[in-house]
Nanobody, 126 residues
Framework: QVQLVESGGGLVQPGGSLRLACVVS????????IGWFRQAPGKEREGVGY????????YFADSVKGRFTISRDIAKNTVYLQMNSLKLEDTAVYYC???????????????????WGQGTQVTVSS
């Protein structure tokens, strides 16, 4: 059974850092591109970035480029989202998901991903 479980969210001050984790089961990380997404209250879910199936390529939304990084540990079945220089506007519930059949490289469209986790809340506040 495919499952993705996010953790690591919390309250952080502007300029601070957090590392989120996405533990997957039911498949291996070297078979699927994994994406990170977020949804703020009253807004649509948006793509943050993804790590390619080969693990050698990451892709980010312009809003987080240079501040966020994605890595993975295949042995631990875990993908990480390292978030630095956090801003108030980064406040959201963060989700991970694996790419669906319609995914194409460069897409951060949530419709191109599936098997969503339950999300973890990140709140940036002073």
């Amino acid at each position: 059974q495919v499952q993705l479980v996010e953790s690591g969210g919390g309250l952080v001050q502007p300029g601070g850092s957090l590392r989120l984790a996405c533990v997957v089961s039911g498949f291996t990380l070297d078979t699927y591109t994994i994406g990170w997404f977020r949804q703020a209250p009253g807004k649509e879910r948006e793509g943050v970035g993804y790590i390619s199936v080969g693990g050698g390529r990451t892709y980010f939304a312009d809003s987080v480029k240079g501040r966020f990084t994605i890595s993975r540990d295949i042995a631990k079945n875990t993908v990480y989202l390292q978030m630095n220089s956090l801003k108030l506007e980064d406040t959201a519930v963060y989700y991970c998901a694996k790419r669906s059949l319609r995914f194409r490289a460069g897409s951060l469209n949530p419709a191109d991903f599936g098997s969503w986790g339950q999300g973890t809340q990140v709140t940036v506040s002073s």
